[in-house]
């Protein structure tokens, strides 16, 4: 598996399991906002388009984030 769909897929990951913390921590705080099925098909998609922004995003970010590192050491 290339590195940067594994990166994107564990991005995706994290994205998934942070909205059904965010929603578990809701319903711990203030009773259930949505059904256990709706909260899962919810952080699906959640993680779903984590996974589709960094896929698509991380490189440009990583390139983007390299040359500010050049251009930072080159003003010194």
Excluded: C, N, T
Excluded at 11 to 22: D, I
Excluded at 58 to 69: C, D, L, Y
């Amino acid at each position: 598996m290339r590195p940067r769909v594994k990166s994107a897929l564990l991005w995706g990951a994290v994205g998934f399991m942070s909205f059904l913390v965010l929603v578990q921590g809701y319903a711990l705080y203030d009773g259930p906002l949505v059904s256990i099925g709706q909260g899962a098909l919810i952080a699906f998609f959640v993680g779903l388009g984590a996974a589709a922004s960094a896929y698509v995003l991380e490189h440009r970010v990583a390139a983007w984030s390299a040359q500010r590192a050049l251009e930072a050491d080159d003003g010194e």
